[in-house]
């Protein structure tokens, strides 16, 4: 019997973000974290200026949330 993982509500997903804040708030290159729609679910996003540095491991998910991690480059007020 296939199993079905439940869907990550918005309110999951924001606790995932408060503690995804606290984990990356020592990496240099995290520039942003926030909330993602991700195959029909929320996810954590969290973007980066550049790669991590060698031997730092980012998480895929987060108190069962995915995270989506993305190089963006560095992030400018407009």
Do not use: H
Request: without cysteine.
């Amino acid at each position: 019997m296939k199993r079905v993982m439940p869907l990550v509500t918005l309110e999951r997903a924001q606790a995932a973000k408060k503690t995804a804040q606290r984990l990356f708030e020592t990496v240099d290159s995290v520039v942003g974290v926030g909330i993602t729609r991700l195959g029909g679910q929320y996810a954590v996003k969290v973007n980066l200026s550049g790669p991590v540095a060698p031997g730092t491991e980012l998480p895929t998910e987060i108190d069962g949330v995915p995270v989506r991690v993305e190089v963006t480059g560095a992030i400018r007020p407009r």
